[in-house]
Structures are given as structure tokens and as C-alpha cells.
């Protein structure tokens, strides 16, 4: 499994500015941003074993920064 961090900046380097733009503007996005980067330390943590958890904790960790995920780039597109 690869710890390897799914910062945003590096899944969607092409809507740089405009993720800075809605942090700034977007409180709701802002909250988004803030619990995604949130989430996917807490799981870079978990595979990197600093903070080892259990495999349904773990999935569901991965399920909630798909959904972040899933929200922020409908956001982005919009």
C-alpha cells in the first residue's frame, strides 16, 4: 500500500488558484478543504504506521476524503 499523500494541490494542480480563491471567499469550501487535508494526514499517518489503525477504520478514512474529494472537484468545475 502506498503512503504516499493525496495532497490536492498535486490531484488538481490545475485549479491552483481557484482553490486558494474559494478558501478565501467560500466558507464551505474552506471547511471542505480544511477537513479533507485533515482526513488524508490522518490516513498518510495510518500507512506510514506512525498511527496504525484497524483495516474498517482505515477504509472508512479513505471513503470520507473520496467523498471531500468527490465535493471539492464539483466545486472546482463549477
Do not use: Q
Not at 8 to 25: G, S
Amino acid at each position: 500500500m502506498s503512503n504516499t499523500p493525496h495532497e490536492l494541490a498535486d490531484e488538481f494542480p490545475e485549479f491552483a488558484e481557484k482553490m486558494h480563491r474559494l478558501k478565501v471567499e467560500d466558507a464551505h469550501f474552506a471547511k471542505l478543504f480544511d477537513d479533507y487535508h485533515e482526513i488524508n494526514r490522518a490516513i498518510h499517518r495510518a500507512e506510514a504506521k506512525i498511527e496504525p489503525t484497524d483495516d474498517l477504520h482505515m477504509e472508512d478514512m479513505r471513503k470520507r476524503r473520496m467523498v471531500l474529494k468527490d465535493e471539492i472537484y464539483g466545486m472546482l468545475m463549477t
